[in-house]
Nanobody
Framework: QVQLVESGGGLVQPGGSLRLSCAAS????????MGWYRQTPGKQRELVAT???????NYADSVKGRVTISRDNAKNTVYLQMNSLKPEDTAVYYC????????????WGQGTQVTVSS
């Protein structure tokens, strides 16, 4: 069984910062690519950022320059540092990981709410 557990969401004022964390736990060989997506009501889930096991990153244009994704392979944890937050960043943020357990499977966390409002 594999779990991805997010933490760090909350309410922040425009221009503020938040750091999200997501830890993978359970029985597996290793975690390959990890990433963050977000979703608002009535919209499709959209990519925020991804990071490979080797550290290569990819960002959505809407967050480039404001968001940094990083990971600690020893802890099977991915982080999302978000700065200069805007009201349009308000969403439920989901962590995802491609995990190897004899074959590759994608797993998702339960989501954490980020609200940017004054």
């Amino acid at each position: 069984q594999v779990q991805l557990v997010e933490s760090g969401g909350g309410l922040v004022q425009p221009g503020g910062s938040l750091r999200l964390s997501c830890a993978a736990s359970g029985s597996f060989v290793f975690v390959n690519t990890m990433g963050w997506y977000r979703q608002t009501p009535g919209k499709q889930r959209e990519l925020v950022a991804t990071i490979t096991r080797g550290g290569s990153t990819n960002y959505a244009d809407s967050v480039k320059g404001r968001v940094t994704i990083s990971r600690d392979n020893a802890k099977n944890t991915v982080y999302l540092q978000m700065n200069s937050l805007k009201p349009e960043d308000t969403a439920v943020y989901y962590c995802t990981g491609t995990i190897y357990r004899g074959s590759y499977q994608d797993y998702w966390g339960q989501g954490t709410q980020v609200t940017v409002s004054s």
